[in-house]
């Protein structure tokens, strides 16, 4: 949790049109006014969250009664504020997608939990926000073309395995081949890259791969899962990428989806860098690199 107000303090003092030196944070050395604005969500209603998870495994998070391998499988222990954290964070994804249909871009200050199937959490995901915001936007907009877009170091294996049977919606995953999930869910796209890859191999690959995706299947809207981890300093995600590759990695798919018109809901993913500020600097600097783009 606390990289979630460590990111949305750098956030807030990065947006400010006249901050105080001490509050600048170091990965950008712009001073942006503001074109981002916070608001806060209440947890999503059940209601929506069931049009993609199970009753049965709600109430088994809820109720702190996942039998010992699932909770091991989650590796967080389930019990009603969890499940209410969850819901917030989807509900934090749902307004940053209808804001992303109406205002271009919009981001959720987390999100982006895309191990989640609908029976059962994996890999510190609950509840998958992606698939139900994507489920609610289809009841009524059904013809609605969605492209997932992750750049999280691990497959959104989830994601994958939910919209697998939908034409509709279309699942992009650049991660390390050889780490976790073990058992991957194939997607309309993965590219797997080896262990311990360099930026300059990420970025050729990146840009070889996703745009032509991208232009083939034309999407109306696209869920960024931005990830941190793919960072050379965090503990999981086995990718070497340093802060310069993150600003390329990010001004790449800016440019893409602004260039193209597509609206765009950027989500957190996951990071566990060795120097928990670190993460919070990866995801705000994704967070205003976004509003940059979003003034052009
Ligand atoms: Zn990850």
Not at 95 to 113: F, K, R
Request: aromatic content about 8%; charged content about 20%; some cysteine.
């Amino acid at each position: 949790m606390d990289k979630f107000w460590r990111a949305e303090a750098l956030i807030r003092a990065g947006s400010s049109p006249l901050p105080p030196p001490s509050a600048c944070h170091p990965l950008d050395d712009k001073r942006f006014s503001p074109a981002l604005s916070i608001h806060p969500v209440d947890p999503a209603p059940f209601d929506l969250v069931l049009r993609v998870h199970t009753n049965d495994y709600l109430e088994q998070i809820r109720t702190g009664s996942l039998d010992p391998r699932a909770a091991l499988k989650l590796g967080l222990p389930a019990c009603e504020a969890l499940l209410t954290r969850s819901r917030l964070e989807v509900a934090g994804t749902l307004a940053a997608t209808y804001a992303a249909l109406t205002d271009g871009l919009a981001c959720n200050l987390a999100g982006g939990t895309h191990h989640a199937f609908p029976d059962h959490g994996q890999g510190y995901c609950v509840l998958n926000d992606v698939a139900i915001a994507i489920r609610d936007l289809h009841v009524t907009r059904p013809e609605l073309r969605v492209f997932v877009l992750d750049t999280d170091a691990h497959q959104g294996n989830g994601t994958h395995a939910i919209f697998a049977a939908d034409q509709r919606v279309f699942t992009y995953s650049i991660h390390v081949g050889k780490n976790y999930p073990a058992v991957k869910t194939s997607g309309s796209l993965d590219v797997e890259l080896p262990r311990y890859v360099g930026g300059a191999d990420y970025l050729e690959q990146l840009e070889a791969t996703l745009a032509p995706a991208f232009f083939d299947f034309a999407p109306d809207l696209v869920f960024w899962i931005a990830g941190a981890d793919p960072h050379e300093h965090d503990r999981f995600g086995q990718m070497k990428l340093n802060d310069a590759d993150f600003g390329a990695r990010d001004e790449h798919i800016l440019r893409l989806v602004t260039r193209t018109r597509t609206p765009t809901a950027i989500l957190y993913g996951g990071g566990y860098n060795r120097d928990r500020e670190h993460t919070a600097r990866i995801h705000a600097a994704t967070v205003l690199r976004a509003a940059t783009f979003f003034r052009a």
